[in-house]
Every structure is written in structure tokens, then in C-alpha cells.
């Protein structure tokens, strides 16, 4: 696929422009810092792209606003009292220390425990507890993938769950491959949901054109709720966005 990136500064905003096979021009900013990028066909000059983002400043620095204003976590020390989320809940932490093998448990709606050895430190805890995400995704995953490509009339080859610092989710359409983010076990389950049907979507139209959106209205009339949703869920100490 011919595709060029490239960047420009449009009164002191930096701009990525991604040049590809498509009709019409697709001006998005996206969080967590407000990460302006114009999406243009191939024959399209930087000076047709300047002018789409001075049209649209308003817009631009309205949207990144409510980036800037949006909750994030600090970074986790994994210690009793913190909060940590899934599926969209808030839970404090509590850690156990006991002998035994180190586990997860959710002791009632509001507290998740961690089970683990006195001279556990915090790097140890984490993995624990990514572990145990990344165990649930696994569960919630397959009867989501099945239904939906029940629905779609298309199957992925195969799935995944890794740790992304630029995307919620990713599709490699040649080897019909989808990825999912290990923080979306934080994030509420229509959130995943909407991440897999995007996804699976792309195995009918690689672009994000206006098939593309044609094809979510018709199959996920509510996706861009869940959208926002996702993007307005707190955000990590490190940052992802979609």
C-alpha cells in the first residue's frame, strides 16, 4: 500500500500528515495529548492541508482542552490503597502477604486483593496483576470475536493480547491478525467490544474511509459512545489513545 507520513507546523502546531490511496481528507485529534494528524489522498499538497487545520483551529484547540482536562492515574506503586481499575471499575488495592503462590482476587465490588510474599516488590506485584489482565481478556475475548464475526461474515486468523503505547488495538489485514491492548482489561467490556468490531471490520475495508464508517453504523449503531467512552476512561501513567 503506498502510503508517506510526514510532518508540518501550522501556527505552532505540529501536524502529521499520512498520505495514502484514499478519496477525501480526514482531519482527527487524538488523545491522551491532543496529537493532530490529517489523513489525505496521495495528490494532495501540504498547502491544501494548512488550510483544512486553520479551518478547523477552533475545533482543534477545544478538542485537545478536553485532553488536557481528562483524569490520569499516577504512576503504580502497588501498594494498599491505590486504585486500580477493571473492566471499567474503580477498585482499591489491598495487598496480602502470604506464603503460596501470588494471585488475584476480587474480594467484593470494590476491593481487589494481592496475594503475594513479603519480599515482593512493586516491579513483582505488576506482573502479577498484568498477568491476571491479561487471564481475563483471554476469557472475555473469544465469545466476543465469535459473535461478531458471525455477524461481519468474516474470521481473523488469529488474536492477541500485547501491551501498546499508541494504539487501543490493530489489524494486520494481509495476515488477517488482530491485536488487542492489555489495558483494555481496565476499560469498560462495550469498550472491547467496540475494539474488536473495529478491528474485525478492517477484514472488510482496510481503510478508515467512509465505507468503513458506513459499515460500523449499520452493524454498531452506538459506536461512537463507545468510542468516547474508551478515550474518556482514565488514562494510565503511560499514555494510549486510539
Same mark, same amino acid.
Given at each position: ?7 508540518? #507546523? ?24 491532543? !496529537?493532530?494528524? $490529517? ?6 499538497? +501540504?498547502?491544501?492541508?494548512? *488550510?483544512?487545520? %486553520?479551518?478547523?483551529?477552533?475545533? %482543534? ?26 473492566? /471499567?471499575?474503580?477498585?482499591? &488495592? =489491598? ?13 467484593? =465490588? ?6 503475594? !510474599?513479603?519480599?515482593? +516488590?512493586?516491579?513483582? !506485584? ?24 458471525? %455477524? ?16 487501543? /488495538?490493530?489489524?494486520?489485514? +494481509?495476515?488477517?491478525?488482530?491485536? *488487542? ?15 474488536? $468490531?473495529?478491528? *474485525? #471490520? ?14 460500523? +453504523?449499520?452493524? &454498531? ?22
Amino acid at each position: 500500500m503506498n502510503t508517506e507520513q510526514r510532518h508540518i #507546523t501550522v501556527q505552532g502546531l505540529s501536524v502529521q500528515i499520512v498520505r495514502k490511496a484514499i478519496k477525501n481528507l480526514h482531519l482527527g485529534v487524538y488523545p491522551p495529548h491532543g !496529537r493532530v494528524r $490529517v489523513a489525505v489522498p496521495l495528490a494532495v499538497g +501540504d498547502e491544501a492541508v494548512r *488550510l483544512a487545520v %486553520i479551518g478547523k483551529l477552533g475545533w %482543534i484547540k477545544k478538542q485537545r482542552a478536553k485532553f488536557a482536562a481528562q483524569p490520569r492515574q499516577t504512576e503504580r506503586e502497588m501498594v494498599s490503597g491505590e486504585s486500580h481499575y477493571f473492566l /471499567g471499575r474503580r477498585y482499591r &488495592l =489491598r495487598v496480602v502477604e502470604r506464603d503460596g503462590p501470588s494471585r488475584v482476587v476480587l474480594r467484593n =465490588r470494590t476491593t481487589l486483593e494481592l496475594h503475594m !510474599r513479603s519480599e515482593s +516488590d512493586a516491579s513483582a !506485584r505488576e506482573q502479577v496483576l498484568q498477568r491476571w489482565y491479561r487471564a481475563r481478556l483471554r476469557e472475555l475475548v473469544p465469545p466476543l470475536l465469535a459473535k461478531w464475526e458471525a %455477524i461481519l461474515g468474516v474470521q481473523a486468523a488469529s488474536w492477541g493480547i500485547k501491551k501498546m503505547k499508541t494504539k487501543w /488495538g490493530a489489524c494486520n489485514v +494481509d495476515a488477517r491478525r488482530i491485536w *488487542l491492548n492489555l489495558e483494555l482489561a481496565k476499560k469498560p467490556v462495550q469498550c472491547l467490544e467496540y475494539l474488536i $468490531v473495529h478491528e *474485525l #471490520t478492517h477484514l472488510i475495508e482496510r481503510h478508515h474511509n467512509d465505507r468503513f464508517v458506513s459499515l460500523l +453504523d449499520r452493524h &454498531l449503531p452506538h459506536w461512537r459512545r463507545h468510542r468516547q467512552e474508551l478515550n474518556s476512561a482514565p488514562l494510565a501513567h503511560e499514555s494510549w489513545s486510539y
